[in-house]
């Protein structure tokens, strides 16, 4: 976690408020999530992260990201299920 303090708001109507958090997690239909962090790394960057599961899970989570108008980007999360290898 960057050592700067990071500022997450959660807007409802057009107010917002601010949260003071390490993380904000994304809770989606069908049981799926993902969680926004500040970035250790590059200042002014923050991160997606998905929780991993079981390594045992018959699925995973993947991110799905694509274009929007302009200035939009749509991110979701779609839940592939593992390949079985015959062997």
């Known amino acids: 976690m960057s050592a700067e303090r990071v500022t997450f708001k959660a807007i409802r109507n057009g107010v917002a408020t601010e949260i003071k958090a390490d993380a904000i997690e994304i809770c989606l239909p069908d049981g799926l999530s993902f969680r926004i962090m500040a970035f250790a790394g590059r200042r002014g960057s923050a991160t997606l992260h998905m929780p991993a599961d079981d390594p045992q899970a018959p699925?995973?989570?993947?991110?799905?990201?694509?274009?929007?108008?302009?200035?939009?980007?749509?991110?979701?999360?779609?839940?592939?299920q593992k390949r079985q290898i015959d062997g």
């Open 59 to 80: 699925s995973f989570d993947v991110f799905c990201i694509e274009p929007g108008a302009a200035n939009t980007l749509f991110v979701s999360v779609d839940r592939a």
